[in-house]
């Protein structure tokens, strides 16, 4: 446990070393909604109004009769609220007001929303241990975590904010922990259900993901972790029901039918230079290798048909290329399943008989952390804001994301000056 502890402060502490906040406008109501919870006791983002009328096209939230409410699922935000009741104390005893318009209370927003994206990221690579010590030895399952920490977009996605993608994530690592754990108990079905009616909601698109998991319930009391799924589940498909008239909610899923481009989408999700996720994180061919050295049992098949599967549903996307964020975003939600085949490859390595594929695996995980300190510590939004991201773009070897972040050169850092203005703002001065 004490290792899992170590492993818990590591990822904390690295996953908010860069001090800087990514602003992206998918995250904001996510980053609003606790605050609403706690202030109003309902879902809406009412009372923030004010600062989505200053966006010229706030495509991240949607009216509906008389309210405003998130595009995005809302499950993340609900869940992480318990983070943000103390900091709310604070601001109340504090007679600090919520202005939507005040830079002061939006940076309060956006610390805090940069603390729970890094912790639900940390434990994610906490689970990832949890579960791969199951299966492999300890100092295997503790490089499988740091590669799924630090060679993916867990890093540069998942923790620094509030992205529905860091949940499943979470989410999916303790399905696997449980599972690996294998005590078969009506404990363990209750909270598979639990975690798996949480799943679906927080991003429908993932879902295909639980392949795998229902099959591993088949052999169990199935009935009681679908009451337990469906029970969880209910209060966030009556709130897209009630208010978006559809149980997937507001989210629209752009799907552009299927065709022949599909195929050429999918392909880019692995390997165009701008969204390939073999570029971005070629750590994870490793998950290959492990796949053979698996028992390849219905589980791990399943495991690797899910993972197949989603490439496939997000190619078929309109926007497939997952707009101005970071590299292979869509893909997150799977790096659980690749980490377990990447684990169960390094269990089979020797310092002393694999050299030579141990210089290869250090070789792709140095390219992997590095791409990763350039979506966490470089401007590399500068690609993105540049042009179009179009198909064409997408697969613009000239044209890369990661070196246009790289040669802008690192974001400049200023927290002191940045607790200056803050303390200004507290007290409605003017910072010097």
């Known amino acids: 446990m004490m290792r899992a502890i170590y ?10 070393i860069n001090l800087s906040i990514i602003d992206n406008g ?29 966006i010229p096209v706030p495509w991240m939230v949607k009216k509906s009769g008389c309210h405003l409410l998130s595009v995005y699922p809302i499950v993340t935000p609900v869940l992480v609220t318990p983070l943000y009741i103390i900091p709310y104390l604070i601001i109340k005893v504090a007679h600090y007001p919520m202005d939507p318009l005040n830079p002061g209370f939006w940076l309060i927003v956006d610390i ?34 740091i590669f799924f920490a630090f060679g993916t977009n867990t890093w540069a996605t998942s923790s620094q904010q509030l992205w529905q993608h860091g949940l499943s994530e979470l989410i999916l690592a303790m399905l696997l922990y449980i599972i690996f754990s294998n005590n078969n108990t009506k404990k363990d079905l209750l909270a598979m259900g639990a975690l798996s009616g949480l799943f679906v909601f927080n991003r429908p698109a993932d879902s295909i993901l639980l392949l795998p998991i229902l099959y591993y319930v088949l052999k169990s ?23 978006f008239g559809s149980i997937m909610g507001g989210m629209e899923i752009l799907f552009g039918g299927l065709n022949i481009y599909n195929i050429g989408n999918a392909l880019g999700l692995l390997v165009s230079p701008n969204r390939g996720i073999l570029i971005y994180s070629p750590i994870v061919v490793l998950a290959v290798f492990g796949y053979f050295k698996s028992k390849r049992d219905p589980f791990y098949n399943l495991m690797v048909l899910s993972i197949l599967a989603e490439i496939a549903i997000y190619g078929s996307f309109v926007m497939w290329s997952s707009g101005g964020s970071y590299g292979p975003r869509f893909m997150t939600g799977m790096f659980p399943y690749i980490a377990i085949f990447m684990g169960l490859y ?3 390595l020797s310092m002393e008989k694999n050299k ?15 791409v990763q300190i350039i979506g966490v510590a470089y401007p590399y939004w500068l690609w993105a804001q540049a042009a179009n991201i179009d198909t064409a773009r997408a697969w613009d070897w000239h044209d890369m994301e990661i070196f246009t972040g790289f040669y802008a050169g690192p974001k400049e850092i200023h927290p002191i000056e940045g607790l200056k203005s803050f303390l200004a703002y507290c007290t409605h001065q003017t910072p010097g």
């Not at 998918?26 to 989505?52: M, Q």
């Not at 690579?125 to 030895?137: C, D, E, N, Q």
């Not at 300890?138 to 975590?145: C, F, L, N, S, Y």
């Not at 594929?357 to 250090?362: G, T």
């Open 356 to 370: 030579l594929a141990i210089l290869c695996m250090s070789i792709l995980f140095a390219w992997s952390v590095f």
């Open 26 to 54: 998918d995250s904001v109501p996510a980053s609003l909604l606790p605050f609403n919870i706690l202030e109003n006791h309902n879902l809406t983002l009412d009372y923030f109004s004010e600062y989505f009328d200053t």
């Open 112 to 145: 805090l929303e940069k603390i729970a994206a890094s912790i639900v990221a940390a434990l994610s690579g906490v689970f990832i241990y949890l579960a791969a010590r199951k299966l492999i030895r300890e100092r295997a399952a503790i490089v499988t975590a």
């Open 7 to 16: 492993l818990l402060a590591i990822f904390l502490l690295v996953y908010n």
């Open 221 to 243: 009391d199935n009935r009681l972790y679908y009451a337990v799924g469906c029970a969880t589940g209910l209060p966030f498909a009556a709130y897209n029901l009630y208010y």
């Open 346 to 348: 390094i269990n089979t």
